[in-house]
C-alpha cells in the first residue's frame, strides 16, 4: 500500500476518526511497515488542528514526525539526512500551500463534510514526493 493510499485508508470517517497529524503517522506506519506501538498515535494528538490553537498545521508537524521516524538515526544531533529532509518539507509545503498556519489552511482547504481530508492527501503527497526523493542512508 502506497503512503497516499494509507492517508486515504485512515481518513475513512467510518471507520477512524483520526486528526491530521494522526493521518499522517498511522498512514506512515502501515505503508512503510513501522509496526509502531499504539502510543506513538497518542503522542501526536496534541499536534493535532495546528497544535490545537489553529497554529501550525498538524499535516506539517504529523509529516515531520514522519521523517523523524524514518530519518533520524539515534537522536537529532546524529541526523543529518533527517534535518536535510525535514528542512525540505518544510519548504516544499509552504511553497505549496502558502501557508504553515492552519487557521489560513482551513479557510481555504476545510469542507464541513470532509473536513480537511483533501489538503491531508495533498500534504501527504508532499512528504511522500520528499521521502522517494531521499532514500535513507
Not at 15 to 28: F, I, K, L, Q, R
Not at 42 to 51: D, K, Y
Not at 65 to 81: C, E, K, M, R
Amino acid at each position: 500500500m502506497t503512503y497516499i493510499d494509507a492517508v486515504r485508508h485512515f481518513r475513512d470517517k467510518s471507520n477512524y476518526d483520526y486528526s491530521c497529524s494522526e493521518t499522517m503517522v498511522a498512514a506512515a506506519n502501515k505503508a512503510y511497515d513501522l509496526n509502531l506501538p499504539p502510543e506513538v498515535l497518542r503522542v501526536m494528538a496534541p499536534f493535532s488542528g495546528g497544535l490545537l490553537t489553529e497554529d501550525v498545521c498538524g499535516i506539517l508537524t504529523g509529516g515531520l514526525a514522519v521523517i523523524g521516524l524514518l530519518y533520524t538515526n539515534h537522536v537529532a544531533h546524529d541526523s543529518d539526512q533527517m534535518v536535510a529532509v525535514s528542512k525540505a518539507f518544510v519548504s516544499q509545503f509552504k511553497e505549496t500551500f502558502v501557508t504553515s498556519q492552519c487557521v489560513d489552511l482551513k479557510a481555504v482547504y476545510r469542507d464541513e463534510q470532509a473536513g480537511c481530508t483533501d489538503l491531508i492527501i495533498q500534504g501527504a503527497a508532499v512528504l511522500e514526493a520528499i521521502i522517494e526523493a531521499n532514500p535513507r542512508v
